[in-house]
Each structure stands twice: as C-alpha cells, then as structure tokens.
C-alpha cells in the first residue's frame, strides 16, 4: 500500500511526524540509520519519506548523507506564537538590558514549558533551554508560575502524571511540589536553584490576560551564586511583565491557549 500504511496502527501522518519528532531532543545531524532506529520505521519507508521531506524543505540532508532541520521548517515554526512573541520582544529586551541577566518568555505547552523568547546574558550561566525549546514545568521558574495559575484539573493531571528528574535537585514529589505550588501562587513568583542544571537559578512571574487565566511567564535566570537575592529583581520582572499584558491585551487568550493541552507536544 502507498506509503507503507499496511503497517497496522500507523498512518502516513504519523511516519512523518515521528520522523520530524526526532529533531526536537536531537540537534547534531543524524544518520539515515539513526533515524530508523529512533523512529522503528522500515528502511525503505524512512528512506522515501526522508527524501520527501528534504524536496519540500522540512529536512537538509548534508555532504555525509546525515539529516537536520530544513530551513522551510524552521521558518514555518516561526509563526507559532508569532504575535505574543514580537509583541513581548521590546520588553524581554528591556529586561535583559535593565538586569544584565539572562531574560525569557514562556508558555506552557502541554506539561512543558514552551520558551518563545529569550535574551541571553553575556555572564557565563550554563544553558539549559532555546527560543523553541522545552523544559518540563515543574522544574523551571517560568514553568512553576504557569502551573500554579492553572485550573485545578489541569494542575491535577500534571502533578499525577509522574514528574521527571531533569537534575538530581529537582522537586518530583507531587504532594510537596502542590504546596510550593499554592506558595507560588500566593506570592506571585516562583524561584528553582539547580532544577534543571548545576549552577543555574531562575526567578519568574506571571503575565496575566485580560479574559482571566494566566497568558504566559517571565522570567531571569542567573547563576546559582545569586540564588541568596534573586528577589530584587521583582520589582522589574512585574514592570515587565504589565508591560506584556498592556501589549498583548487585544491578542485573544484562544491564540494563546491552542497550546496548551495537558500531556500534549
């Protein structure tokens, strides 16, 4: 049958999806081979699905014969979120400039947080995300502040899904991350020190929506030296982060939230 969907359970659609799936945790070329391996499709049906791809422009396919991310790709995946993220740019920018730290914009996609935005610090932090990339949301500032602003259900499912070790600091228990979680919430901000990797702490707060439910998150993240008075910024990180609601305010939360699916990608 065309496209090899004999296969029992596995649509055209899906072969390719699992093809371009590899590319999310997998950033350096990969092999024909590998991506057989990686996918458990046949050879022959990576083979043709593959040089598809590369003819439309989702993959490039190098001198070695190895796979990556075409440019068409790249650049169709710069419409996603496009609007809240030029709207926010300026101010992630300014927040950056005004703290000299690493400044980022998050929403939540799934049970990840989904980084739309980021301004680097020149400070050497090592990095554990990028523009695109995702981090679980219990283990991140950003993350923490949109779980705890989520509905209860949401919240609920995520916390009893099972809840990664990204680093051996990261808070898995799903009673003790509920009560940091109401702390979050309570406080309007949320901190980690070493969640995802040695050497790194973040701070974060909300960015609201006029319709209600939190819209997205900010946040600084710094080496783990300051973890001791991350909270000076917080005067700043809420400027900015009012800033960001008073831009995005005519954007329907809907735009915004047709990420969010628990569990989802």
Same mark, same amino acid.
């Given at each position: 049958?065309?496209?090899?969907?004999?296969?029992?359970?596995?649509?055209?659609?899906?072969? *390719?999806?699992?093809?371009?799936?590899?590319?999310?945790?997998?950033?350096?070329?990969?092999?024909?081979?590998?991506?057989?391996?990686?996918?458990?499709?046949?050879?022959?049906?990576?083979?043709?699905?593959?040089?598809?791809? *590369?003819?439309?422009?989702?993959?490039?396919?190098?001198?070695?014969? %190895?796979?990556? *991310?075409?440019?068409?790709?790249?650049?169709?995946?710069?419409?996603? #979120?496009?609007?809240?993220?030029?709207?926010?740019?300026?101010?992630?920018?300014?927040?950056?400039?005004?703290? %000299?730290?690493?400044?980022?914009?998050?929403?939540?996609?799934?049970?990840?947080?989904?980084?739309?935005?980021?301004?680097?610090?020149?400070?050497?932090?090592?990095?554990?995300?990028?523009?695109?990339?995702?981090?679980?949301?219990?283990?991140?500032?950003?993350?923490?502040?949109?779980?705890?602003?989520?509905?209860?259900?949401? %919240?609920?499912?995520?916390?009893?899904?099972?809840?990664?070790? *990204?680093?051996?600091?990261?808070?898995?228990?799903?009673?003790?991350?509920?009560?940091?979680?109401?702390?979050?919430?309570?406080?309007?901000?949320?901190?980690?020190?070493?969640?995802?990797?040695?050497?790194?702490?973040?701070?974060?707060?909300?960015?609201?929506?006029?319709?209600?439910?939190?819209?997205?998150?900010?946040?600084?993240?710094?080496? !783990?030296?300051?973890? #001791?008075?991350?909270?000076?910024?917080?005067?700043?990180?809420?400027?900015?982060?009012?800033?960001?609601?008073?831009?995005?305010?005519?954007?329907?939360? !809907?735009?915004?939230?047709?990420?969010?699916?628990?569990?989802?990608?």
């Amino acid at each position: 049958m065309a496209g090899g969907a004999s296969e029992p359970g596995r649509s055209v659609t899906s072969k *390719v999806l699992s093809i371009l799936e590899v590319f999310e945790t997998h950033l350096r070329p990969l092999s024909q081979g590998q991506i057989v391996e990686l996918t458990g499709l046949p050879q022959s049906t990576a083979h043709r699905l593959l040089s598809e791809l *590369v003819t439309w422009g989702a993959l490039y396919r190098d001198d070695n014969g %190895r796979y990556q *991310v075409g440019m068409r790709l790249w650049e169709l995946g710069q419409h996603a #979120g496009r609007q809240l993220r030029e709207l926010s740019r300026p101010f992630i920018q300014d927040l950056h400039s005004l703290t %000299r730290e690493t400044a980022q914009l998050a929403i939540r996609d799934g049970s990840d947080a989904l980084y739309i935005e980021r301004v680097y610090s020149s400070k050497r932090v090592p990095r554990a995300s990028r523009v695109g990339g995702r981090l679980p949301l219990h283990a991140t500032a950003v993350g923490k502040v949109l779980l705890a602003y989520e509905e209860d259900w949401v %919240r609920e499912a995520i916390l009893q899904h099972g809840l990664r070790a *990204v680093s051996s600091r990261t808070h898995v228990d799903p009673g003790r991350l509920a009560e940091e979680l109401a702390t979050v919430k309570e406080q309007g901000f949320a901190t980690t020190t070493e969640e995802v990797r040695a050497g790194v702490c973040s701070i974060a707060v909300p960015v609201f929506h006029r319709d209600g439910p939190v819209g997205a998150s900010i946040g600084l993240v710094m080496a !783990s030296a300051n973890s #001791g008075n991350m909270t000076r910024h917080l005067q700043t990180l809420r400027g900015a982060s009012r800033q960001i609601e008073l831009a995005t305010d005519h954007i329907p939360l !809907s735009t915004i939230l047709r990420f969010m699916t628990p569990g989802g990608k």
